[in-house]
């Protein structure tokens, strides 16, 4: 059963319509990259899920049900906007956010305890918020929005501030949530992320959803009859079926004629004797498919 | 619920616990403790004790007696010697024994004059317990009643033509109590609608909000910081009445400061059923302005417009308490931003009927609720709106 069903929301605001026939859900154990430009639709979309809008039609079900007090308890949520008390001290402030999600207080300090030591700011704890660096509140923030063990996490652009090391540990981080059965809804514009961590993504635009599936399947849905060869020698420029070659830095791009597999090419690389170190399908990568979607504003027939 | 009461322990435990929240507690005692400091330091830096001597060559003065000395003084009356002729008179003074001395004239008793001389500047008190020397030692033959009067001076009690209230010289207190009641309800509620409006924005200017509102309802929220602040308002009016009460009981070992009026259960029901819904109303009206504005300086401008009329019924102080059943009166007490100040000050002066307290109090009370439902439901809709106001249009057309 997913854990979040989004089904044909819309909502408008004034003359503006923010999100329009939005459907998709999320399933337990996945990373579900919500990915779209700026205002797209993206954060009205989870402001709608997490119930601080109401959609003007369609629906909404969270773990099986409408959104109640206690279900908030069971979802861990890192806002685009971020902000944490800045006038009091760093451990204080994420107890209390903590107890707000439910845990006692002596559970709450215990936790706190354990994330700060993760997370390399334990002896930050009783500094004041503002006297932190911006990477170490986005640090701070990432404690509010895991600590309460939440079935669901969504996270608007979780990476923004953070150098590659805390990068690789909130991924890392991601992955192990993942792996427990948590669903997480990943907001950002960092396509290799998407690509590195997502198994299935929505691309909103507009509004609208345009592009809805698994990574995979997106791509094939993009690729272009083309192929990558990467070889010690250079690769004929004679070969049968091939309409352009394009020389790149680390391979060679081959564009194949109507008719022409990838297995005609690969047989007759190997006929003359080509040494092949990597062959593969060239499938665009999502930064690609996403200024081809944005721009044409659908997918390929 | 647990919720609300997290909220509402986080609200009040960041504020109370902070050194500016005691330093602000502190200060204002400690600003009425230093003013009566500073008043006694002066009048004791020009007093001297040394006594003054006189010379009476013409007998006005029969068996001459020092005066009295009270009970309660902190000074002690400087002592009036007599000297045979001025030339003993002038040699204690050029001696330093002596900071004056006076000669009558001889025919003081027509004219009242007398000759001072001194080598500096008498102290204040010289001149003046003189005086009540020589005052003390012409009446002394007088028939003991008429002694007593002219020594102790008049009582004048201020009588409501009713009868109802009435004021003496000496129970200034009665005045008194709801100025002080007031002006410290002023504060109170400056200070704790003050927190609810930076509280309500401070979500709004840090981003907590989103965090915040996927946490916990909005009702809750907001209540729990309505009721948190207000609570610390109400402590820091708490802890100033109980330094009133010392102070007032503390005074009187050393001073005579007149009667304490003694509070009958209505003018405490009175007070209790005035101030604190009067408080909630404003606190949380200021709490919605909070809410509806975008940035705390904006609020803050917006917050002097429910100070004001507040503070008006102490500009009508004198007309209140002389026509305390007049149209202006009533209808001060009876209207709500006025009422806080003007009803128990006028309760001072006359006895204030069963109906208008009832409609002043219901009137507040309801308003109280109406205002807090109000910045709820602005709250509600400005919470996640930066940079735009929410208008009262809007707050009430969703509701």
């Given amino acids: ?301 | 619920m647990k919720k609300f009461w997290l909220v509402f322990l986080h609200e009040y435990k960041r504020h109370v616990l902070r050194k500016r929240f005691i330093f602000a507690v502190l200060s204002m005692p400690l600003f009425v403790g230093l003013m009566i400091g500073i008043g006694f330091l002066s009048v004791w830096l020009q007093y001297d004790k040394k006594p003054v001597g006189y010379i009476d060559q013409h007998q006005i003065l029969v068996d001459p007696q020092q005066v009295p000395e009270e009970d309660k003084t902190l000074f002690k009356t400087v002592e009036s010697i007599a000297f045979p002729d001025e030339d003993s008179a002038k040699t204690a003074l050029e001696n330093g024994e002596l900071q004056a001395y006076f000669i009558f004239s001889e025919n003081y008793n027509e004219t009242g004059k007398v000759t001072m001389k001194t080598v500096s500047k008498t102290s204040s008190n010289a001149k003046g317990d003189f005086g009540d020397f020589v005052s003390y030692n012409l009446a002394k033959g007088l028939p003991e009643p008429v002694f007593e009067r002219l020594s102790d001076g008049n009582k004048i009690t201020i009588r409501s033509l009713d009868g109802s209230r009435e004021m003496g010289s000496d129970n200034w207190m009665v005045m008194m109590l709801p100025l002080i009641a007031g002006v410290l309800f002023i504060i109170a509620v400056n200070i704790s609608g003050g927190y609810l409006m930076q509280a309500v924005v401070e979500e709004k200017e840090n981003r907590t909000m989103e965090i915040l509102i996927t946490s916990i309802s909005p009702t809750q929220l907001m209540a729990g910081k309505v009721v948190g602040d207000i609570m610390v308002g109400l402590t820091e009016l708490a802890i100033w009445i109980l330094f009133v009460i010392v102070g007032l009981q503390v005074a009187p070992v050393f001073f005579d400061i007149g009667t304490i009026p003694s509070m009958d259960t209505k003018y405490i029901l009175l007070l209790v059923g005035t101030l604190i819904p009067a408080f909630v109303m404003v606190a949380a009206a200021m709490g919605a302005i909070g809410a509806t504005a975008t940035e705390a300086r904006e609020a803050q401008q917006m917050a002097g417009f429910f100070t004001l009329p507040i503070v008006v019924p102490f500009w009508f102080t004198s007309q209140i308490m002389f026509n305390p059943n007049g149209a202006l009166a009533v209808g001060m007490s009876m209207f709500p931003l006025t009422a806080p100040i003007a009803l128990p000050l006028r309760a001072g002066f006359t006895d204030i009927p069963w109906w208008q307290m009832t409609i002043t109090i219901s009137v507040l009370v309801v308003l109280a609720l109406f205002s807090l439902w109000l910045s709820g439901k602005i709250f509600h809709i400005g919470m996640l709106r930066y940079g735009k106001k929410v208008s009262l249009k809007e707050a009430f057309r969703r509701s």
């Fill in chain 1, 1 to 301: 059963m997913s854990t979040i069903n989004v089904s044909q929301i819309s909502k408008s605001f004034g003359p503006l319509k923010a999100v329009n026939d939005v459907s998709f859900e999320v399933e337990p154990g996945e990373i579900f990259g919500l990915l779209g430009p700026n205002g797209a639709g993206k954060t009205t979309s989870i402001r709608i899920i997490l119930d601080i809008f109401k959609p003007d039609t369609g629906n909404v079900t969270v773990l099986g049900g409408n959104m109640t007090e206690e279900k908030k308890n069971k979802i861990g949520y890192l806002p685009e906007e971020r902000g944490l008390y800045q006038d009091i001290p760093l451990e204080r402030c994420l107890v209390y956010l903590a107890t707000l999600k439910g845990l006692n207080e002596i559970e709450a300090k215990h936790r706190v305890a354990d994330y700060l030591e993760r997370f390399d700011l334990t002896e930050s704890r009783k500094k004041k918020v503002k006297e932190l660096s911006k990477g170490m509140q986005q640090k701070a923030q990432l404690i509010t929005t895991l600590i309460h063990k939440p079935e669901i996490i969504i996270i608007d652009e979780p990476f923004t501030a953070l150098d590659p090391v805390n990068t690789q540990m909130v991924k890392d981080l991601l992955l192990e949530e993942r792996n427990k059965g948590t669903s997480i809804v990943m907001c950002t514009h960092q396509m290799h992320q998407v690509e590195e961590l997502a198994d299935r993504i929505a691309l909103i635009n507009k509004g609208r959803t345009m592009l809805y599936g698994t990574l995979n399947s997106i791509r094939k849905q993009f690729a272009s009859e083309a192929v990558i060869v990467r070889s010690n020698e250079d690769v004929p420029n004679d070969l049968p079926g091939i309409t352009e070659i394009q020389k790149k830095n680390s391979h060679t791009l081959l564009h194949l004629e109507k008719g022409t597999t990838s297995q005609d090419v690969l047989r007759e690389l190997l006929n003359r004797n080509v040494q092949v170190e990597q062959f593969e399908i060239a499938m665009p990568d999502l930064d690609e498919i996403f200024i081809q979607v944005v721009k044409s504003e659908g997918a390929p027939e």
